[in-house]
T-cell receptor
């Protein structure tokens, strides 16, 4: 079945770039998503990319998609302490429109 | 403001009791979802509903029940049959077509005491 894999932890220093990686299995996924979750809160959509795109940039966020390798990454430039959160990668289930989530990457930003 | 409202935020349940979590959305979305989140487990889909009066089981539906009598409401009942109900529960909704953004509520913490 479909599966989404992410590393569980990432630690960076304030001002550095963060790169969070994700691999997925469903080649029919139309959209791929990045969500951010702060402690005790719901998920906030950060950005998404359509499967026919290689890259999408939105202010400090850059999403890269390698469809051949089924690899998705999220780069956060000039990482701030407010970026500390759990970041979830998700792919869309082509048949139902449901999302399949990874287990989340906890980003810790050190001052 | 438009959005998804979950209540209560925190809920304690005694073993053997059923409890119902509320989810209301005023986004006029067709599809609604319930996810369960455990530490280190990511989100797992419990139930979803693509349209009023219809719903389907997700990956971990056992011990849960839902109803979708109104478009804006999708309550989740955690029954006494759910063996390990302590978790963070997230409700979500989307317009319904693939590619439309899924929006989440702020979540409900359920603890069994």
């Amino acid at each position: 079945g479909e599966d989404v894999e992410q590393s569980l932890f990432l630690s960076v220093r304030e001002g550095d770039s963060s790169v969070i990686n994700c691999t997925y299995t469903d080649s029919s996924s139309t959209y791929l998503y990045w969500y951010k979750q702060e402690p005790g809160a719901g998920l906030q959509l950060l950005t998404y990319i359509f499967s026919n795109m290689d890259m999408k940039q939105d202010q400090r966020l850059t999403v890269l998609l390698n469809k051949k390798d089924k690899h998705l990454s999220l780069r956060i430039a000039d990482t701030q302490t407010g970026d500390s959160a759990i970041y979830f990668c998700a792919e869309s289930d082509g048949s139902q429109g449901n999302l399949i989530f990874g287990k989340g990457t906890k980003l810790s930003v050190k001052p | 403001d438009g959005g998804i409202t979950q209540s209560p935020k925190y809920l304690f349940r005694k073993e053997g009791q059923n409890v119902t979590l509320s989810c209301e959305q005023n986004l006029n979305h067709d599809a609604m979802y319930w996810y369960r989140q455990d530490p280190g487990q990511g989100l797992r889909l419990i139930y979803y509903s693509q349209i009023v009066n219809d719903f389907q089981k997700g990956d971990i539906a056992e011990g849960y029940s839902v109803s979708r009598e109104k478009k804006e409401s999708f309550p989740l009942t955690v029954t006494s049959a759910q063996k390990n109900p302590t978790a963070f529960y997230l409700c979500a909704s989307t317009q319904g077509s693939t590619g439309n953004t899924i929006y989440f509520g702020e979540g409900s913490w359920l603890t069994v005491v």
